[in-house]
């Protein structure tokens, strides 16, 4: 299993605190989530060799998709220019990164050896979303404590970010890389780059396993 560039950056809006039975449904709902994503993707890594790069692609498509509010993330990531971006252009943008994240997890999560996943079982509040504290231990090694920050859309929650260590943002990241790249060639440059990435993440993969301590 490689280990993953996580995903998430969120700016959350004030909002009163939910009243304590509707907080706990919230949390309950939220680690729910959580465990059917982490059930799915270690379904998926048991059949990584079998399934190759395209297989464990269409496998977690959809789990990723409503798991993730990936056009929350996308235009989180993209900044205040998003605003200023066609929504023609918007759209392929949501598109693009929903598939570099999918190819991402497809890539890194290519077979299993024994890893796990722990979940607490209580979600704390944060503003207008919940925080859903998780721990991947691998094979070997630490375990890398891994936790979501998840909003309610509708009747369903959704991660908006995920934290490495519990402090470290992959989006914050990613929001300071697109603000270049949209600065020297504009959206159809970043469209152009999540595309090129989507496309290393599957050859890479397809190359064979490459594993290391990312």
Same mark, same amino acid.
């Given at each position: 299993m490689r280990r993953w560039a996580l995903l998430g950056c969120a700016a959350l809006l004030c909002a009163p605190a939910l009243p304590a039975r509707a907080q706990s449904e919230a949390a309950d709902a939220a680690v729910t989530r959580i465990r059917a994503f982490y059930d799915a993707l270690l379904s998926v890594m048991k059949q990584g060799d079998k399934l190759g790069i395209r297989g464990r692609y269409d496998k977690l498509a959809p789990t990723v998709r409503s798991t993730f509010d990936l056009a929350a993330m996308t235009r989180?990531?993209?900044g205040p220019e998003w605003n200023s971006i066609p929504?023609?252009?918007q759209a392929a943008l949501i598109e693009n990164f929903s598939q570099m994240t999918i190819a991402t997890y497809a890539n890194r999560f290519d &077979?299993? =050896?024994g890893e796990r996943f722990e979940v607490d079982a209580t979600a704390e509040p944060r503003n207008n979303g919940r925080i859903v504290h998780t721990k991947l231990f691998p =094979?070997? *090694?630490e375990p890398v404590t891994l936790n979501y920050l998840m909003r309610s859309s509708g009747d369903a929650w959704n991660v908006v970010d995920v934290y490495l260590t519990g402090t470290i943002s992959e989006l914050a990241t990613r929001r300071s890389e697109f603000a270049a790249i949209?600065? &020297? *060639?504009g959206p159809n440059a970043l469209i152009e780059s999540l595309r090129q990435q989507t496309e290393k993440s599957m050859r890479s993969s397809a190359a064979g396993p490459q594993r290391g301590t990312r």
């Open positions: 989180i990531a993209v929504p023609e252009q &077979s299993y =050896s =094979s070997t *090694g949209l600065k &020297s *060639g």
